[in-house]
């Protein structure tokens, strides 16, 4: 542990005590946000009527982040630096708005909520207030990347906005309550991906108020020598501050800030000269001991607050009815001494408005929070380069393997952007098992911990974060892109379920900004679900679960768009597609082993701009109206679906097959449900009002009955996709399993279609008769029969 | 460090080349399992036709488990323990199979798979075969409550088997691939919650070998200097085993592990004669360093394979045809000499079997492992004394909380148990914000740091399980579950997503289990979901996310059941029938506001056992048919449709309405979708064939279109739910902001039956008014109009 010796700067007393007068200007906008509808300065005493009816918002942590925040104001003045607050505890809301607004970064975004007493009424009274602003850091807040809702996150969205950012340093601070959560436990090895040369830094303060909710948290009530131990353990240096008392914590604080801003200076100086040894640097961080709702009530009603966790939320409750709660709110307000820190007009006395940085310098102004101003559009090669030849007559009978193609567009991609050092891909250990492993012919993984003489594919300047943790890649790919820049995420596709609720947030965050003006727009978030459900041979049941889009689908229809791609050229075509939109969630969904490849690039390329259409090449219709329509969505039910097709072609020559394809499955929706949505004619001319459909899909069959049900033809909709069966065994058993195969498709279409069985002739028992070669040859051969592993499509 | 004095302990040379004999056994037939179809003893030259067609596992992390398994076989047959082994690396399925058939456990459970040429060969040839046995780790393997197909969740499933089971051992391999996910880093802390008095023991060994599927894991490449620093940060005494020849292996390993085990006897007997300190002991943990396919082969084609990522799945590829390779297969199974481990028959030698434990004492056959065979059924309440009295007259008149009614059955739940010590309540530091604070009038929050005088309701021997972490909560609960125990989960709705793919990971188990007759039925996995999606006032949009249901609604049908029990009655009946369940997910939503009450409890005995029913006294049907059928689920959403059945009938008294409400979502599928679905006809007796049905719904829409599609009456349905709009605002603001409040709900009734509008006056022009007037007032009050609030049924 660092102790810092007291005498070893000399900040003036002065200057600290213009800080803790800025301080407690924070302290009373947040307290006033959280109980006044009026009387903001106090200038007449309390009234009932000045409380709000509803008291919402979360005080105990709320001091503290203010103490940071103007402490920090302090350094980045002090060394002119270029910093953004990534706030953990989102329930401090009231403390982010407060300082933004001291610092004169709200009132330019809201000119309604001026710097005033006039807007600090309305400061007070939007606050968790309905047609106001929400309780937590949110969209709305300047300044803001980061919600803080869900905690678990702030530590890899500050190393996300970080990377690539060298002059960025971005503070971070982390709540004890958080810092129980994994997905944060595990951020703290983030560190070991940052290359001081490079990146930015981030400062990690594990603020220790002591509290969750209604009981201690853990890393409060370990000792300091077990912290120290942990966070060395991590590979940090950790500085020690705590305390109560005022001017001894503003002394110890800044002293301490001075001490970890040296550091991280000396880390980037090494780094950067060429002089630092090829360890990894030792990044400091700071552990903030601070009592919980400080400087609060200390008891109400006879019952410990201040330093317990009773100060979570609102401290002091019913203060409109009840008098002696209302005498404890003015008495705790007025001890900030309102008048000592507003000019009679509300506005904040100018020796302390000098505290705060200035512009682009505020923390609620800096851009890499509004990461649209900074951000470059991509640079992306021309798809025609990665186009695999498809001529009329070899449909389905090359294979390729699509995410190999999607690899070599990457690895260009990479290049493109390598000046302008703002592209990353992210996943955990499976670029290359995903078969993207093109991207490591330019970059590597980056890894700064010791690499060994025969390691491969590792670098300190490598683009390719791979962390055998979702939900750290998903995290540091969220604050690389609301930073500003671009990025990709391959992963398997059961586990993106690892990161749903974290897509959720991220999904929440974008829906809201879209609908704020002065947030610019930011690059779209891209997964790529591989090593999917139907090919899962090396692991089995545990790695099969297609139902990420499911949940997906639930969100608003401006955020989100879902593909599956059949082939290869159309693969590439919505790769890079999405790479070029900007605040949307796209998923993409494909196999990585060798398929068969069923359009030209042309042709992909209007296929996929329509969402969905008719393979005409592929059916039996004839010009006529279909018996039948056989459709598909993904690329494994698009082979089946294929060669029943095929199979039914072959034993009934004169049914008219209609066979459509879905790439966009956003296409299947009314038109108002989502913009991607066909129209109902354009619906109807697909698949028909009355005929059969047999649909081949991915995932779970429900998901097609509910996008669809507002649909004409939805009644004769008949889906086949994973219900749930699955195990270790051959790719063609799994379809089987299912009833996913060629040969459940064929017999559904046969029994969908009026008079059809009679005139099928053998093809029913046939079928079966194959279903049933097809069980005794996997279990004693352990490999699918040739006529699967063979089939090719008969142009 | 403790480093382990080579003298220290005197375990004879000859003992542990025993032991050495013993993992060669295994890892003979771990290599066997991955690569022969036949001639399982070698007693034949290899050829391609013994060779399997596809070569499908893991041999990385297989020799690291043997090598454990065959140690801890030694110290269970010392000590005689009662241990279990929960493999985190479940891709090393081949090892555990390979030691519970040592053992004899498998031929015991499997009869067919002998301890003989014979069964050796079909051992062999069932790994990952169709047919056969998945390549992970998984239910069908004996001995194992844990998967590992999904990494992150080994050590929390160990302290959930530890947990109330003093006599027990689990001895947990955590690799060091699942050592960098967010869980995992976070379960570490697991120790600060076990009681060393009435709490088994966790023995966590961390297998760094070194690398993943691409690239070097973190840990691995941390020094040991920074392991033990963050280990004993985590609490953990580090015991380290480094090396890879095996005879001072054997000896490093086995002296270890007698200094690990005394260090847990010594912490246990003095937790338990009451001579321990008050502090927190320092469990033992175990870093072995070992080498990535250790004694497999070493390079292949000239590229390094053993201790290095080229070793995780199939060293030696292609086996079949390539002769080089098959030499290099063959020379590395002789080099086990399997003639020297196994008879000619092929059992294993006796010598080698005395190693193996007897009996229950075996790690494949420890009952914890099968926990049905030891739970014994919770002593439950009789749910009468929890009713809330809800008299004809006063239905919706009278408010009650309800999670805190259920409260106050848990709490005598948890007094009935408290001898047989098999019942705990997890949740994320939220039992008593959900309400169930009566549990604290009986029991604490487990708590094993540091107690001062001010905490209240922290104790070492509480029930109640808290810690900010879902995994932790959701993993604890199933390690305690699968061990033959009782458990329940309440948590904050919207965060349940975190543990999305934890439920799926779990859901799977389930359905395997429910197949194999010899695994016994355990407790079912019951969630309270609460402080749900309309009623996060301190919170807002990011608290606000109800689809976790829509995921559970994708997995098979036998395993899971969702409940929206509309008052306390009937969530008191619901949580009291899931509890009594087994090898289900039960999901139960319910808030926790103060909210009317609707039921008696005899009446919602019945309704629950429905699943749905219609409300005759809510209703204007007079027995004819009905105009209109007003349908809700949920508790916020049938206030809101009983508010709006009022509006109609006091404007349209002769509207004939009929109320219906549902409880168990599943009685909306098809019967042959779902167990409890309703048949046509009781489905078409409750929304009629062609009436509209205006349903109110506590999640997303789409989830009761995808249930209903096939219902004779779907295209009648207009579902009203949440349509993703929210932030912190006033509870009926919320429900106007996504159109599920009885305006909305009104009104649209209105426009559905045909001719209404006509009929009804200025209805629409007054519920558009009040819809203005809301808007208005809220803004201006904050709160909501005092007809709002003050609404009461009418009865």
Redesign the interface.
């Known amino acids: 542990m660092q102790n810092v010796p007291a005498s070893q700067t000399a900040i003036p007393d002065i200057e600290l005590a213009l800080i803790d007068r800025y301080w407690r200007a924070a302290n009373y906008l947040s307290v006033g946000q959280i109980y006044l509808?009026d009387n903001p300065l106090l200038k007449q005493p309390l009234k009932p009527e000045h409380i709000?009816?509803?008291l919402?918002?979360?005080w105990g942590t709320t001091p503290g982040l203010n103490f940071i925040y103007a402490h920090l104001n302090r350094v980045i003045k002090v060394r002119d630096l270029d910093m953004i607050y990534v706030c953990g505890p989102?329930?401090g809301g009231p403390g982010m708005v407060a300082n933004t607004w001291l610092e004169g970064s709200y009132s330019e975004i809201y000119p309604d909520i001026s710097e005033n007493a006039a807007g600090m009424q309305k400061l007070f009274?939007q606050f968790?207030?309905?047609?106001?602003?929400?309780?937590?850091v949110?969209p709305e807040t300047p300044g803001s990347i980061h919600?803080?809702?869900?905690?678990?996150y702030a530590l890899v969205h500050a190393f996300g906005a970080a990377f690539d950012n060298p002059e960025l340093v971005v503070a971070c601070v982390v709540g004890d309550?958080?810092a129980?959560?994994?997905?944060?436990?595990?951020?703290?090895?983030s560190s070991?991906f940052l290359n001081a040369k490079r990146d930015g830094a981030v400062l990690p303060i594990l603020h220790l108020n002591g509290y969750?909710?209604?009981?201690?948290?853990?890393l409060a009530?370990?000792g300091d020598e077990?912290?120290?131990?942990?966070?060395?353990?991590?590979?940090y240096e950790p500085f020690f501050v705590e305390g109560h008392e005022p001017a001894a914590m503003h002394r110890k604080m800044a002293e301490t800030f001075d001490l970890a801003f040296n550091a991280i200076q000396l880390i980037q100086q090494a780094a950067r000269d060429g002089t630092a040894s090829t360890e990894r640097p030792r990044w400091p961080m700071i552990i903030l001991r601070s009592p919980k709702g400080w400087t609060g009530p200390k008891e109400v009603d006879g019952r410990?607050v201040e330093d317990?966790f009773r100060a979570h939320?609102v401290p002091v409750s019913n203060c409109r009815d009840n008098d002696r709660h209302r005498e404890i709110l003015e008495t705790w307000m007025r001890s900030y001494d309102p008048a000592d820190l507003f000019d009679d007009d509300g506005a904040l006395r100018p020796e302390l408005k000098a505290l705060a940085p200035e512009g682009t310098k505020r923390m609620g102004s800096n851009p890499h929070a509004n990461g649209g101003l900074l951000r470059k559009e991509l640079r992306q090669p021309p798809i025609s380069d990665y186009a695999v030849p498809v001529e009329a007559g070899k449909r389905g009978a090359i294979t390729a393997q699509a995410t190999k193609i999607l690899g070599d567009y990457l690895r260009d991609t990479l290049m493109l952007n390598d000046e302008a050092k703002n592209f990353r891909i992210f996943g955990p250990?499976?670029?290359?098992?995903n078969r993207l492993g093109s991207v490591f012919e330019v970059t590597d993984?980056v890894?700064m911990?010791?690499i060994?003489p025969?390691?491969v594919?590792?670098g300190r300047e490598g683009r390719v974060m791979?962390?055998?943790?979702e939900?750290?890649c998903q995290g540091w790919l969220e604050g690389y892109l609301l930073t500003g820049r671009h990025g990709f995420f391959s992963c398997y596709e059961?586990?993106i379920?690892?990161v749903?609720?974290m897509f959720?947030?991220h999904a929440?965050w974008m829906?809201?900004t879209r609908r704020l003006g002065w947030r610019k727009p930011v690059s779209s978030l891209t997964y790529l679900l591989t090593s999917h459900v139907w090919r899962q041979?090396?692991?089995?049941?545990?790695?099969q679960?297609p139902?990420f889009v499911?949940?997906v689908?639930?969100?608003?229809s401006d955020v989100v768009r879902i593909y599956f791609p059949p082939d290869a050229n159309t693969l590439v075509w919505v790769g890079d597609h999405c790479l070029a939109t900007y605040d949307r969630i796209n998923v993409i969904v494909a196999g990585k082993q060798p398929e068969a490849q069923w359009l030209s690039m042309q042709e992909a390329e209007a296929h996929c701009r329509a969402g969905a259409g008719i393979w005409d090449w592929a059916g039996s219709e004839d010009g006529g109206e279909p018996d039948l329509v056989m459709a598909s969505a993904g690329d494994v039910p698009t082979l089946e679906m294929m060669a029943a097709v095929q199979l039914l072609r072959d034993a009934i020559p004169d049914l008219r097959i209609r066979v459509v394809n879905v790439v966009d499955l956003m296409a299947l929706q009314s038109q108002d449900q989502h913009p991607h949505g066909l129209s109902e004619p354009d619906f109807d001319a697909l698949f028909t009002t009355d005929r059969p459909v047999i649909f081949a899909y991915h995932g779970?069959p429900?998901?097609i009955?509910?996008l669809t049900?507002k649909r004409n033809n939805?009644g004769n909709f008949h889906v086949h996709g994973f219900i749930?069966e699955g195990?270790?065994?051959?790719p063609f058993?799994m379809t089987v399993l299912n009833e996913l195969d060629r040969y459940h498709l064929a017999l559904n279409a046969i029994d969908r279609v009026p008079g059809l069985k009679a005139r099928s002739g053998d093809l029913v028992a046939m079928l079966e008769a194959r279903l049933d070669e097809h069980f005794h040859y996997?279990?004693e051969?352990?490999?699918d029969m040739p006529e699967i592993r063979d089939w090719r499509w008969r142009n």
């Open positions: 509808l709000k009816p509803r919402l918002g979360h989102g329930h009274k968790s207030f309905p047609g106001g602003v929400p309780s937590h949110a919600e803080g809702g869900e905690l678990g309550g958080e129980e959560t994994g997905p944060l436990a595990a951020s703290w090895h070991k969750k909710i209604a009981s201690p948290t853990l009530r370990m077990e912290l120290e131990s942990l966070f060395r353990g991590y590979g410990k317990f939320q250990d499976e670029t290359e098992s993984r890894w911990e010791e060994r025969y390691d594919q590792l791979e962390v055998l943790s939900h750290l059961a586990f379920h690892i749903d609720s959720n947030q929440k829906k809201v041979d090396h692991n089995g049941f545990s790695h679960d139902g499911d949940m689908a639930n969100k608003k779970y429900q998901l009955h509910r049900y939805h749930e195990t270790t065994t051959t058993d996997v279990r051969h352990g490999e």
